[in-house]
């Protein structure tokens, strides 16, 4: 069973560009969240998807969105990068009955300068 | 506002030793809670989690946590500490109904085993 991986591994952006993430949910889980965790603090949860639509969302302002795909892997999109937005971005899977329970994947530091 | 504190930044203790972190929360209704473990250059890792039931729940690598409703307290406990303990732990919660979850972790605490 391969595990939740995320690409890319690291990203340099400049502040103002827009950026995508991605992330391949493990087998079979059909629902996916994304954290935001900066240097030093826990993760803070941006979103979840299930089977396609938005099931939750934390305090990020619209420029964080997202999308699932059909086989269940999803990208997190980020516009008008700010510098502050500077962080580990964190993917997790879970699978129904039990979605509370998340798998997480290795995560994705982006710097935004 | 709903939130989770870990009050220690950090946890020494000796290996070998009982070792408790801590954690409370403040959530409406019956929350779900969670720990989770991080190593450095890695993602996290769930350990256990309470949702119903008895109020002491056992988790992986020999951990468990104890939940108490009256103190809003989710405390992850070990009998005996092992060196490999050594990692960065989360409690978290989950708020809010189909549809509209809310993951709310806490800051962290790095908890340091020592030989």
């Known amino acids: 069973e391969t595990g939740v991986t995320q690409s890319p591994t690291h990203l340099i952006k400049t502040r103002g560009q827009q950026v995508t993430l991605r992330c391949s949910s493990q087998?079979?889980?059909?629902?996916v969240s994304w954290y935001q965790q900066a240097l030093g603090q826990g993760p803070q949860f941006i979103f979840q998807?299930?089977?396609?639509?938005?099931?939750g969302r934390g305090n990020f302002p619209p420029r964080f969105s997202g999308l699932q795909f059909p086989n269940y892997s999803s990208e997190l999109n980020v516009n008008a990068l700010e510098l502050d937005d500077s962080a580990l971005y964190l993917c997790?899977?879970?699978?129904?009955?039990?979605?509370?329970?998340?798998?997480f994947g290795p995560g994705t530091r982006l710097l935004v300068l | 506002a709903q939130s989770v504190a870990q009050p220690e930044d950090q946890v020494n203790v000796a290996e070998g030793n009982p070792l408790t972190v801590k954690c409370t929360y403040s959530?409406?209704?019956?929350?779900?809670l969670f720990w989770y473990v991080q190593y450095p250059n890695r993602g996290l890792q769930f350990l256990l989690k309470?949702?119903?039931?008895?109020?002491l729940v056992k988790g992986s690598y020999g951990f468990e946590a104890e939940f108490n409703k009256s103190q809003t307290s989710f405390h992850l406990k070990k009998p005996s500490a092992l060196v490999s303990d050594s990692a960065l732990y989360f409690c978290?919660?989950?708020?809010?109904?189909?549809?509209?979850?809310?993951?709310?972790f806490g800051t962290g605490t790095r908890l340091k085993v020592l030989a």
């Open positions: 978290a919660v989950r708020a809010g109904l189909s549809g509209t979850y809310k993951y709310i």
């Open positions: 998807y299930y089977r396609e639509e938005e099931n």
């Open positions: 959530v409406s209704g019956n929350p779900y």
């Open positions: 087998s079979g889980h059909n629902t």
């Open positions: 997790a899977s879970s699978l129904p009955p039990n979605q509370e329970t998340q798998y």
């Open positions: 309470y949702i119903t039931g008895d109020n």
